[in-house]
């Protein structure tokens, strides 16, 4: 069974400092792996995605993620928080098209001025 | 090009009753998932419709059921309403013709079991 562990319930960092939040997934095939995130009182909007093709991804609003298949992880990163960037974000494993995605518990991250 | 829409955007419902939410989904998708997420969590997979069949279930009881009609679009029917029901309930849509199963999701419905 696919599963998803993120690291870390809760990020702060300051505006201008590298955000990383961790994910780690579990997977009996290759897997498509995605980052979402969700600002309050909205639905899930895509960061990025993984699909066994490049392993370093770059997705919208300057976040990038990097596939690591030695370590089973796909953190998502960003080298300088903006306030804009405080919300809720998922990290997804799926093992295809038709499947289902598998979500993390979410990390909130929190940009401090 | 349209997203994906949901309705109504919140609703409060007494243990017992029943609810019907629904999901539009994007234009040229075939394919719609719905996913509760509590308060706190990550979404959890409910079920799949692929061309008007369940393609998928996840692990909630048959009071969860739904619906796919021709024009693609959904109902999530919820009977015997549960405090541990309330949730937001997001659907998302995809095609066959997205090989990385992107998923685009609505806004949500928040339910509200008193």
């Known amino acids: 069974a696919q599963s998803v562990t993120q690291l870390g319930s809760h990020v702060s960092v300051s505006e201008g400092a590298l955000v990383l939040l961790r994910c780690n997934y579990s997977s009996s095939v290759p897997p498509y792996l995605f980052w979402y995130v969700q600002y309050p009182n909205q639905g899930l909007q895509l960061l990025l995605k993984y699909t066994s093709a490049a392993t370093l991804v770059k997705g919208i609003n300057g976040f990038e993620a990097e596939f690591k298949k030695s370590e089973t992880s796909f953190h998502l990163t960003k080298p300088s928080a903006h306030m804009s960037d405080a919300a809720e974000y998922f990290c997804?494993?799926?093992?295809?098209?038709?499947?289902?995605?598998?979500f993390g518990a979410g990390t909130i991250l929190r940009v401090k001025s | 090009e349209t997203g994906v829409t949901q309705s109504p955007t919140h609703l409060i419902k007494t243990r017992g009753q029943q609810v019907t939410l629904r999901c539009s989904s994007q234009s040229g998708h075939n394919t719609v998932s719905w996913y509760q997420q509590a308060l706190g969590q990550g979404p959890q997979f409910i079920f799949q419709?692929?061309?008007?069949?369940?393609?998928g279930r996840g692990n909630f009881p048959p009071r969860f059921s739904g619906l796919q009609f021709p024009n693609y679009s959904s109902e999530l029917n919820v009977n015997a309403l549960e405090l541990d029901d309330s949730a937001l309930y997001l659907c998302?849509?995809?095609?066959?013709?997205?090989?990385?199963?992107?998923?685009?999701f609505g806004p949500g419905t928040r339910l509200t079991v008193l």
């Open positions: 998302a849509s995809s095609s066959e013709t997205s090989p990385s199963n992107e998923q685009f």
């Open positions: 419709y692929y061309r008007e069949e369940e393609n």
């Open positions: 997804a494993v799926s093992e295809g098209y038709g499947n289902k995605l598998v």
